[in-house]
Structures are given as C-alpha cells and as structure tokens.
C-alpha cells in the first residue's frame, strides 16, 4: 500500500480506517452478544468453560460478515483492501468468542487488534508520505509521454502492414501449374494452413501495437480522477488534464 501514487494512497487510507473501526465495532457487538447468551445459559455455580449458545451465536455473526463482507468487495472492486481488514477483525474476533467470558476479556483482544492495524497504518503513511513519495500526476503525466509513443508505434505498424499488402496478396487463391497442381504464392501460408491475418508478421504487430495502446487508455483513465484530485503546484488544472484525455480519445477512436 505504502508504493501507491498519493491521492490513492489516501484514498486507500481512510477506507481502511473506517474498515478497521466498523470491523473493532461490529466484533465488539458480536462478543457482547454472545457473552450475553453465555450468561443467560449457563446454569449457576457451574464451572464448563465451554458454552453452546455462545458458540453458536459467534457462528452466525462469522457466517454474516463473511457474506456481507464479500457481497460488498464483489459490488465495489475499490473496497478490496477495507474488506479485507474488515474480515481479519471479525475472523479472529468470533473464532476466538466462545472462550470469552467477560467483556474485558473481549476489549483487550479488540484493543491489541486495533493498535496494530493503526500502528502499522501509520507507518505506511510515513514512508508513502515522506521516504517514497510518488505523486498521481506524475503517474498521470508518464501515461500520457507513453501514449504519444505508442500513437507513433501504431501508426507505424500500420504503415508497415498497408505496404505488406502491396506485396503479397494474403486473400488470393492458391496458383495453378501447367500440370494441375496448386502450389502455393510466395509469402502464403503452407497448405491446409487457415489464410488469417495472424499468418503475417506486420498483422501482429499492428495487432500488438493496437493492443498495447488500447491497454494505456483504460490505464490511463483509471488513474485520471486521482491526478486531478490531488493538490499541485503546477500549471495545469484539472480541466486542462480532462481536455488532453479528451484529445488523445480523439485520436484514438479512428487509429
């Protein structure tokens, strides 16, 4: 998490934040609960350490939050790192419930849980924030030099695959000699082999080419809405950045 451009990073962060305190709280509420049925179970004066009521409840809070949990991280792909410090909260929380007896018992496990997801964020924060900072535009920015390449890189692929086609006719028939037999023009396929475009070096590369641009411009407008989001000193604004994305989608369109 600590590699990832800035505005993502805080993104991530807060997300995680909010999944580590709802995960401590609803961990909490499902240990109280089942203390709870500990105690309106459990004859008086007696000694089992093991309760059946309270195993059971943990069970169904287990067998929610792994639902609910999963149901949200499928709907928002954006939601995968919360989820998943949501789901260690409640994992070990309700797989270690039954053995609970008090409250205190419970708050100290959620306490050591909650230091050390904290601490640990905070140290991610620092090193993303101070020893490796990477800002979103500058991610922005290195897409964009990239592109430019890669416009040129397929621009000429498919020169190179027009001037194929001058020599060498990929959709012709096979000639016929004086004896009858086929053979096959120079620069075909062997025989029995599928006459594609995947059978020509220069269709591949234009295919690649095509490809690999295509690629950049989902890349690229995936990391748009961080680089504008972020604070910069700089002399472009966001609206500057919309327009050089809705240049480059112009160029794309009938490449």
Not at 5 to 10: E, I, Q, W
Not at 81 to 105: D, E, H, K, L, R
Not at 135 to 148: D, K, L, N, P, Q
Request: net charge neutral; aromatic share 10%.
């Amino acid at each position: 998490m600590a590699i990832l451009p800035r505005a993502k990073f805080v993104q991530t962060m807060i997300l995680n934040i909010l999944g580590t305190c709802l995960g401590s709280a609803i961990a909490l509420l499902g240990l109280w609960s089942g203390i709870q049925a500990r105690k309106h179970t459990t004859p008086e004066g007696s000694k089992e350490s093991y309760n059946p009521s309270q195993s059971a409840v943990c069970a169904i809070w287990l067998v929610f939050n792994i639902w609910a949990v999963n149901l949200l991280r499928a709907k928002y792909p954006v939601l995968q790192f919360p989820s998943i410090v949501y789901s260690i909260f409640t994992n070990v929380a309700f797989s270690f419930g039954p053995i609970f007896q008090t409250m205190a018992q419970a708050e100290s496990l959620i306490k050591e849980l909650l230091e050390g997801f904290l601490t640990a964020f905070a140290l991610a924060a620092g090193v993303s924030l101070f020893i490796i900072p990477i800002s979103s535009r500058t991610v922005v920015f290195s897409e964009m030099t990239g592109y430019i390449g890669a416009i040129r890189g397929t621009i000429k692929a498919q020169t190179a695959y027009l001037e194929s086609l001058e020599k060498s006719d990929m959709f012709g028939q096979p000639d016929t000699d004086e004896s009858g037999n086929n053979e096959v023009k120079k620069n075909k396929p062997a025989k029995g082999e599928k006459l594609t475009a995947a059978n020509y070096p220069e269709a591949k590369a234009l295919e690649a080419s095509v490809a690999g641009l295509t690629a950049l411009h989902g890349k690229l407008h995936g990391d748009l809405p961080f680089g504008k989001r972020e604070v910069a000193y700089g002399k472009l604004a966001p609206e500057d950045l919309d327009e050089l994305f809705k240049l480059f989608q112009a160029i794309l369109i009938p490449l």
